[in-house]
Structure formats: C-alpha cells, structure tokens
C-alpha cells in the first residue's frame, strides 16, 4: 500500500483562494457539490473538505495529517500541533486579517476598559475571553453563529470579529476601537504524522511550492535585449533590483538581460528602459518563484 497524506482543505471563504494557489502550484483539484472529499491529481495525497474551524482538532487527533486554517482558529482551538508554515493569503488575496473589537459608532464604549459588565458577541470566544482576561475586564462573552455585526446595540454591546478592509463592519454603523489580534493561513501537520519521515518531506515539498506561488503573487519577469553600449545606463536603472541575468546574443554588440521584480515597478521602469536603449522588452508573469 502507497504511502498516502491527509490532507484538509478550508471550506468558505478561504476555499477557493487555496484551490488557485494549489491549481499554480501544479496540483489540480476537483470538487463535487455534494462531496467532502475532493480529488486531486496525485496519488499521495487524500484530501477532506472541513471548515477552517474544525481544521485544527482534525489534525490534532491525526484524522488529518496535515491542514490548512487560520492562526486565529489555532489559538481559539488550544491545540497540540506543529506549525509548519505561515501562508500570507486571506479570501480576497495575499495578505492578513484582524481581529477586532467594534462597538457602534454612536457608543459611550471608547476603549476595552468601557466593556466591564457588558455584553459581546464573537465566534471566538476563548480569543476574546483571553484578550478580556488580560486586561483585566470581566465582560459576558457570548458565542455567535454568524451575522455578528448585525448584533449591537440591540442584543449585545459590542463585537469581536475578523475584518480585511473593514467594509463590512462601517455597513453596519460600527466602529474599530482596538485590533486583537492579527490572522494568516497557516499550514498545520499532526505531531505523529511530522515524526513520519516520508510524511515530513512529503509536507516540506508542498510548503516549498506554495510558498513558491506567493512569492510569485506580486512579481513578474522582464526581458530585454542591449546594445553592449548602453548596458551601464539600463544596469543603473535596475540597480535597485535583484541583479539580473546578462546573456550574450549571436550578435556581439548586444546581450540580452532577464530580471524578476514587483509588478508594481514594471510601470515606472519601462519606459526609462526603452529611453536607454533596451528593445524587445518582455513583460511575464510568474506561476512560482522559489527562494
């Protein structure tokens, strides 16, 4: 029997984000509407479809060797896992999320210390009872199924509540007044299945692709061929860069020059580029960009 890793996928939001940095990490995955278990295209490996929520007490009691959820549910879980990798993606792209308490924007509750004898709604409890606990604030700390930002003022008096741009939280006339915590995708494995020499590596080289794709996320490559002649200006203009790549041409007098840089520079450098004599520029992106 091959050996073979389980491994746990976030269903909502978080899911179809993973599936693409999977999909350019060269592993395809299919889901069935009806299925918790998707297929992928290599054999070693069995996935389960789970909430983020329920993640880290799978892997914890070895349903899954290894998973993906967020840091916040780690610590809301208390559970006894190896960390392997910090993944910086979210639903809506690369990045993190915070946990924050908000309160009505017509509130009297100015900071946490305002929350004494008052009522909060969160689906992190033990997060937010921690977070009272060391501020020394003896608030009720209620459990919410969802919708939480639709709850104050009427049934509660305030919120704890993760948040990428806020939109959400200023729909609903609320206000940030102090960030918790903040929140990445983290790739967590069992400690027996990391003891696992097969496992271990197996896991190591998933972690090296995905981490390849984010690192790809905000970069592109760029070609270009010069005249020997001009080579100085252009390096002048990459010179805050990476270095590139210098290769000769069949023609003596020109080489041609390969570099990976932040999309976001592309823009600004190009036109400086063709000005010193760069021709044939090339612009690519990239699926993966390993370190």
């Known amino acids: 029997m091959k050996n073979k890793l389980k491994l746990g996928l976030p269903a909502g939001s978080l899911k179809n984000t993973t599936l693409e940095i ?15 278990f998707p297929i992928i295209d290599d054999e070693e490996i069995e996935c389960f479809l789970f909430r983020a929520q329920e993640i880290p ?41 915070e946990f924050v308490l908000a309160v009505p924007n017509d509130s009297k509750i100015k900071s946490i210390k305002d929350l004494e ?23 009720n700390v209620e459990f919410s199924w969802g919708a939480t ?38 790739i967590i494995a069992n400690k027996k299945s990391w003891q696992d020499k097969w496992k271990k590596q197996k896991i190591n080289n998933i972690v ?6 984010l690192a790809a996320e905000e970069k592109v490559g760029l070609k270009m061929n010069i005249k020997k002649d001009n080579l100085k200006k252009v ?33 600004n450098i190009i036109p400086q580029l063709k000005e010193a004599g760069a021709t044939g520029i090339i612009e690519y ?5 390993i370190y």
């Open 285 to 289: 992106p990239l699926n993966k960009v």
């Open 117 to 139: 004898g008052k009522r909060i709604a969160t689906e992190l409890v033990n997060v937010t009872k921690d977070y009272l606990k060391k501020n020394k604030v003896k608030a």
């Open 149 to 186: 930002e639709i709850k104050p003022p009427k049934i509660v008096d305030a919120i704890t509540e993760l948040t990428e741009t806020g939109q959400s939280l200023r729909a609903n006339n609320l206000k940030i007044i102090d960030t918790i915590m903040e929140s990445t995708t983290r």
């Open 22 to 36: 999977f999909k350019k990490a060269g592993f395809n995955i299919f889901i069935d509407q009806r299925s918790y």
């Open 57 to 97: 007490k799978y892997v914890e009691k070895g349903i899954l060797d290894i998973g993906l959820t967020g840091k916040d549910l780690i610590i809301e879980t208390k559970v006894k896992i190896i960390e392997v990798a910090e993944l910086l993606y979210s639903k809506r792209g690369l990045g993190s999320v």
């Open 235 to 267: 390096l002048k203009i990459l010179s805050s860069l990476e270095s590139p790549t210098i290769s000769d041409l069949n023609k003596k007098e020109w080489v041609a020059i390969e570099i990976i840089m932040d999309e976001k520079k592309v823009r």
């Open 208 to 213: 090296i692709l995905l981490k390849g794709v």
